[in-house]
């Protein structure tokens, strides 16, 4: 199974690729995302400064022609595991839906941050931190103001909840398909959840928590963290081993939350509760049993 996965596919590159998969979903030959990204992965070696949207248009012309995408990269090195790998990290983020009770298809997944909200970022994969022991940071810090609604990403079931002193509150969801763990750290002290709890299944798009600087103590419930920010992180998972321990894989997802800050979901707050939901839920057409 694969051990290690560099993930640099540029938003430019998946947003093209995806447009391209939507345009073709009616016609005779549907054109996956994920094999141009693939394809393009092998020729580029997995370095997309160099992407051009023509290489991308020619090799899906030569689809349309008739041959498969497998077929017509059988003799490119690489090309199989650029397809597993891209397909482990956006496998889930397209598929039918149902939205104002109309099926559609397309993007399924969104930004951890809620519409309407103001965040900033930077790529900060891979940058020192010291506290508890030197490592490197495996997520991306999206900073913004404490109580900002976080958004689940993809659909998948709860499989962590409560307090860590890295990440202070946390959730960790995995996917149906076993491939992805989201993780959303250091979320807001006193009310950081919108009922999470283990085992719950949770629908891309809604409001799973909120937005603080909780974390770096093991003291429970306690603000250590400088600025206000989610660390957003997300893992592959190839063979179960690979879940905890030193083989971990994370990748740099600071390109997947520009690609899905086209996809930004509108919340509002209920005046019983307090909590804040999805303003524009979706229904995703296929869960598993």
Request: glycine share 10%; hydrophobic share 30%; charged share 25%.
């Amino acid at each position: 199974y694969i051990k290690w996965v560099d993930f640099k596919v540029t938003s430019e590159a998946m947003s093209d690729a995806l447009k391209i998969d939507i345009e073709s979903r009616d016609s005779d030959i549907q054109i996956s995302w994920i094999d141009l990204l693939a394809y393009l992965g092998a020729k580029y070696g997995g370095d997309f400064s160099s992407y051009s949207k023509k290489h991308m248009t020619e090799f899906a012309e030569k689809i349309k022609s008739g041959k498969t995408a497998d077929e017509l990269a059988s003799d490119i090195k690489y090309y199989s595991y650029y397809k597993e790998a891209y397909g482990a990290v956006l496998s889930g983020m397209t598929g039918e839906f149902y939205k104002n009770g109309d099926k559609k298809y397309g993007l399924t997944a969104f930004s951890p941050i809620s519409a309407g909200y103001y965040y900033n970022d930077y790529d900060d994969f891979g940058a020192s931190r010291s506290y508890g022991y030197k490592r490197d940071h495996l997520g991306h810090d999206m900073l913004g103001s404490v109580g900002t609604p976080i958004i689940a990403v993809e659909s998948g079931y709860v499989e962590a909840v409560g307090w860590n002193q890295y990440g202070g509150w946390r959730i960790g969801i995995r996917s149906f398909d076993g491939k992805r763990y989201y993780y959303y750290a250091h979320l807001r002290k006193n009310h950081p959840y919108n009922d999470m709890y283990e085992g719950k299944i949770v629908t891309a798009g809604s409001v799973i928590g909120y937005l603080g600087m909780t974390g770096y103590s093991p003291k429970e419930n306690t603000n250590n963290i400088n600025v206000p920010h989610l660390h957003f992180g997300i893992q592959l998972i190839f063979d179960q081993s690979q879940k905890d321990g030193y083989n971990q894989i994370w990748i740099d997802v600071y390109e997947i939350t520009k690609f899905l800050n086209q996809n930004r979901m509108p919340v509002f707050r209920d005046s019983g509760s307090g909590e804040y939901f999805a303003a524009s839920p979706i229904e995703i057409y296929t869960i598993p049993d």
